[in-house]
């Protein structure tokens, strides 16, 4: 064939061949003015992975998992932006999801993967790939401690001072949610028997959503084809990103579908915060209750 080739920095028009040398290795020659075949330069082509599939560290599991979800209850700290629920005097104990979008999750790491076989980015989120929306749950000592009620974990830490009679009213009032006097007993593991229902109620309402929540991810987390990103720690960073931006879409969600969270944002129901409390409140009442009545029964002061 006729072409035109830069060789030594002319330009020379003549015959040139391709002559395959090896595997990805070719001569061009081109045809001298002197007669022959003179080489003019050689191709060499390395096979390579595309960009950052060199780079990602190949899947040991076959398939993309979404993430699981569990409420994680924490104590109030300053890093959360939101009041701190005890700042409400009459509180005794509260509990409320943490809204804002920075705190909400645990912290959690991402693991990237290249999957060979779907030849796409995996993600894998750390503890067991559970996320976990922050619950603050709070039993409000000080309040407590400022209307003079006297506060013990369970039955067992009763002053043995105190009429056992009286132990029994005071078990039988705290039948009514928000009851309370001064000198008389209040117990944390009853008010914490409420929050836990109200974490308990806050779980279910993230299940609820879980499926469209699922598909969300799958839908964005198991789309990226290895030149997607250049290198693993990426990949890692945009799928933190999106796994925060979802889950925080979904658990406001769940937030305002929680009956009792949610109330402020349903105001057309007849049912008030406290006829719903008093509900949840009753639930958790008998449980630990009927035992405690029993074990007391016996007493003679
Ligand atoms: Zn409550």
């Keep these: 064939m006729v072409d035109r080739s830069c060789i030594n920095n002319q330009l020379v028009e003549s015959e040139t061949q391709?002559?395959?040398?090896?595997?990805?290795?070719?001569?061009?020659?081109?045809?001298?003015?002197?007669?022959?075949?003179?080489?003019a330069t050689t191709l060499e082509f390395i096979p390579t992975q595309p960009p950052g599939c060199a780079n990602g560290e190949p899947c040991t599991d076959s398939e993309f998992k979404e993430p699981g979800i569990k409420p994680k209850s924490v104590n109030y700290s300053n890093v959360f932006p939101q009041g701190d629920p005890c700042v409400n005097?009459?509180?005794?104990?509260?509990?409320?999801?943490?809204?804002t979008k920075n705190e909400f999750?645990?912290?959690?790491?991402?693991?990237?993967?290249?999957?060979?076989?779907?030849?796409?980015?995996?993600?894998?989120?750390?503890?067991?790939?559970?996320?976990?929306?922050?619950?603050?749950?709070?039993?409000?000592e000080n309040n407590i401690a400022n209307k003079n009620i006297i506060l013990a974990d369970s039955l067992?830490?009763?002053?043995?001072?105190?009429?056992?009679k009286q132990v029994v009213e005071?078990?039988?009032n705290f039948y009514q949610y928000g009851w309370w006097q001064p000198d008389r007993y209040l117990f944390k593991k009853l008010l914490l028997g409420h929050e836990e229902l109200h974490v308990e109620s806050y779980n279910a309402?993230?299940?609820?959503?879980?499926?469209?929540?699922?598909?969300?991810?799958?839908?964005?987390?198991?789309?990226?084809?290895?030149?997607?990103?250049?290198?693993?720690?990426?990949?890692?960073?945009?799928?933190?990103?999106?796994i925060r931006d979802v889950t925080y879409k979904w658990s406001l969600i769940a937030i305002k579908a929680d009956p009792i969270f949610g109330f402020w944002y349903h105001p057309y129901t007849d049912i008030t915060k406290e006829d719903l409390e008093q509900a949840l409140h009753t639930r958790m009442y008998g449980n630990i209750t009927s035992w405690w009545i029993e074990a007391i029964s016996n007493c003679n002061n």
């Design 156 to 164: 067992d830490g009763v002053s043995p001072n105190y009429p056992c």
């Design 170 to 172: 005071d078990i039988n």
């Design 105 to 140: 999750l645990e912290n959690y790491n991402v693991d990237a993967c290249f999957n060979l076989q779907t030849q796409k980015w995996q993600f894998v989120v750390d503890n067991n790939n559970v996320l976990k929306p922050r619950i603050i749950q709070e039993i409000c």
């Design 205 to 242: 309402s993230l299940h609820t959503f879980y499926d469209w929540f699922g598909e969300e991810y799958r839908n964005l987390l198991a789309l990226f084809p290895c030149e997607r990103f250049e290198t693993t720690a990426q990949a890692e960073a945009y799928a933190n990103t999106i």
């Design 18 to 39: 391709i002559i395959q040398t090896g595997n990805n290795k070719y001569d061009i020659k081109y045809y001298s003015y002197l007669g022959n075949w003179q080489l």
């Design 89 to 99: 005097q009459n509180l005794l104990a509260g509990t409320i999801p943490v809204y």
